[in-house]
């Protein structure tokens, strides 16, 4: 109960609602590891300062206490007045990376030693990599927690997290930690940042047995686009005359055709998918909303709770991928 509490507490506390700048309520600091030692050290020192009546030992007890309060401060400032924006995907795709982007920003380019690390809520069904945004981007895949450090040295920074969904339907982002130990790994000052939205994952692309291939409109008309004649002029082609008319003595009139423009449309139809598996056929239909999009063949898709109009681009493209996702 009452870490259910303190969790409820977490996320209405750490909850991102937009770019913020971290106040000193929203950075927490506490001793780290070897810093239980170091206290450790000196109760020790000064129970025998005491005991020895040694001002000595009592010195050295009140030296590294100090060091310890400096470390608190120093950890502290690590964080404090750093500025987050978070940018996350709009619509991921099973096993591709779906990538949350993390800005940093602070006033001074003052150096700051982070770590980012990432729960592992969801380790169970979707593997996640971490990584510096550089011209390379680094991709640690770890089963469990995925803890990486980050030199923060410029004025604006940001930090690139890659999930690796394994299922299609929705998808939480774990919570994630931003926390230092700098300078002495005594002290540990940390963040959270909870993503509250619960973003869509759309299936994987699975290729057909048939290859898809597109029609491109090549100006040529076709019997059924005929439109009307018109008078010749001249430079038009002989092949486009309408000779019967010619023949007759009416004249020599040019058959004009109307260019259709979604004559080469793609409809990709749920019902038509060669599969009875559901999961198939939404890879079936993910595979060929691809390939329209990279031929830049307008395309629709017809699903049993929807449909949409022929279009193509990046809007269209991914107002696909969330019904796909949602289906």
């Not at 978070?86 to 795709?93: C, Q, S, T």
């Not at 592992?120 to 510096?132: F, L, N, P, R, V």
């Not at 939205?197 to 008309?221: D, M, R, V």
């Not at 898709?301 to 929807?306: G, K, M, N, S, T």
Request: proline letters at 3%; glycine letters at 4%; one cysteine or more.
């Amino acid at each position: 109960m009452l870490r259910q509490r303190f969790i409820k507490w977490l996320h209405l506390r750490f909850r991102y609602t937009g770019i913020r700048t971290l106040k000193q309520n929203e950075v927490l600091v506490f001793i780290y590891q070897q810093g239980f030692l170091y206290l450790v050290l000196i109760l020790i020192t000064f129970i025998a300062g005491i005991n020895y009546a040694n001002n000595l030992i009592l010195g050295f007890c009140f030296l590294i206490s100090a060091i310890l309060c400096i470390s608190f401060y120093l950890s502290f400032k690590q964080l404090h007045g750093v500025t987050l924006q978070v940018v996350v995907d709009d619509v991921g795709k099973v096993n591709e990376a779906f990538q949350v982007k993390i800005i940093l920003q602070q006033q001074l380019a003052n150096p700051k030693f982070l770590n980012f690390k990432i729960k592992d809520s969801i380790a169970h069904d979707h593997k996640s990599s971490i990584g510096k945004k550089t011209d390379s981007t680094s991709k640690n895949t770890q089963s469990i927690d995925d803890v990486q450090s980050f030199l923060f040295d410029e004025k604006q920074q940001s930090f690139e997290l890659n999930f690796i969904p394994k299922q299609r339907g929705q998808f939480e982002i774990p919570r994630i930690q931003i926390y230092s130990t700098y300078p002495l790994g005594l002290v540990r000052a940390w963040t959270y940042i909870y993503l509250p939205e619960t973003y869509w994952i759309a299936p994987e692309a699975k290729a057909l047995t048939l290859n898809f291939q597109t029609s491109s409109n090549n100006g040529e008309p076709d019997l059924d686009e005929f439109k009307e004649l018109r008078n010749f002029k001249i430079g038009d082609s002989l092949q486009s005359v309408s000779w019967k008319q010619a023949a007759r003595g009416q004249g020599l009139f040019v058959k004009q055709f109307e260019d259709l423009v979604d004559a080469h449309a793609m409809q990709i139809e749920y019902a038509k998918m060669p599969s009875s598996d559901h999961e198939e056929k939404l890879s079936f239909m993910m595979e060929l909303v691809d390939q329209c999009e990279q031929a830049q063949t307008p395309y629709s898709v017809i699903l049993p709770h929807a449909q949409t109009e022929n279009g193509v681009g990046a809007v269209h493209y991914t107002h696909i991928k969330t019904l796909l996702a949602q289906a």
